[in-house]
């Protein structure tokens, strides 16, 4: 598994250094996005303040949005046949997902790193020990691959490049949007707000925050509730138990969709 793995991870990162307009979708969004909400919602909700919550909060977006990548890179082999040619070849069918997820996991890698020297060069800086930021790192990465799995059923079970595109902005607004990634959850009327606290993008824009030591605004409610009070347990407890349903659905999707 490992070696077939590693043989779909470089063909896919060739498929990248000969389109290199692919890396746009993880550098330059997450810019666009940065500087936006930085500078657009920044000069209302406080400056420096606001953009010291805003960057946790782009992280946990980008993350979702990233699992674009890999949603329309296996649909589109779906659609080329790639993926037909992988399955009678004797390979593993979890290093045909593995490979796609991992590659795509790299480019999102580079993106977090365009994404915080982006936030140093905007005033976010990480306010707590080395150790707490890199469990805040660690808590995005492990999110990704989650998301990552996430956008790989999906791009399985649509039919074609443009389904899998729109199917994958369906449900990567809302969960991005109805969350504390930009604002407070606890500003939400109604049954908005239970929703975006106990949203997984919210869980995990909580814990960096926590861990990275960078506070709310100061006219924004303060997070309250049992999910911003174990905003780190949460967040990787709902990542695992992502990975624990998708990885079987992607291969058992795999198996029917190319059979």
Not at 160 to 178: C, D, H, K, R, Y
């Amino acid at each position: 598994m490992f070696t077939d793995t590693a043989v779909i991870v470089e063909r896919n990162l060739l498929t990248v250094r000969r389109i290199p307009t692919l890396l746009m979708s993880a550098t330059v969004q997450p810019l666009m996005f940065v500087f936006l909400f930085a500078y657009v919602f920044g000069a209302t909700f406080g400056g420096g303040s606001y953009r010291e919550f805003l960057m946790s909060g782009i992280f946990a977006q980008t993350v979702v949005f990233n699992a674009a990548i890999t949603t329309v890179g296996l649909a589109n082999d779906m659609s080329d046949g790639i993926i037909d040619r992988l399955r009678s070849l004797p390979m593993s069918r979890l290093g045909v997902i593995a490979g796609r997820v991992t590659s795509d996991m790299l480019l999102g890698i580079i993106g977090l790193g365009v994404m915080v020297a982006c936030g140093l060069a905007i005033g976010w800086r990480i306010r707590d020990s080395a150790l707490d930021a890199l469990v805040a790192f660690g808590i995005i990465l492990l999110f990704a691959l989650a998301m990552a799995l996430v956008g790989a059923v999906t791009g399985l079970a649509a039919p074609n490049v443009e389904v899998a595109q729109s199917i994958g902005f369906l449900w990567m607004f809302p969960v991005t949007f109805l969350s504390s990634a930009f604002i407070s959850a606890q500003s939400l009327p109604g049954i908005l707000r239970p929703i975006a606290e106990w949203n997984p993008v919210t869980a995990v824009a909580t814990a960096c925050r926590q861990k990275f030591g960078n506070a709310s605004p100061p006219d924004f409610p303060a997070a309250t509730g049992w999910v911003a009070e174990h905003a780190v347990g949460y967040s990787i407890a709902t990542s695992v138990a992502i990975l624990a349903i998708c990885i079987p659905v992607s291969l058992i999707m795999y198996r029917r969709s190319t059979s």
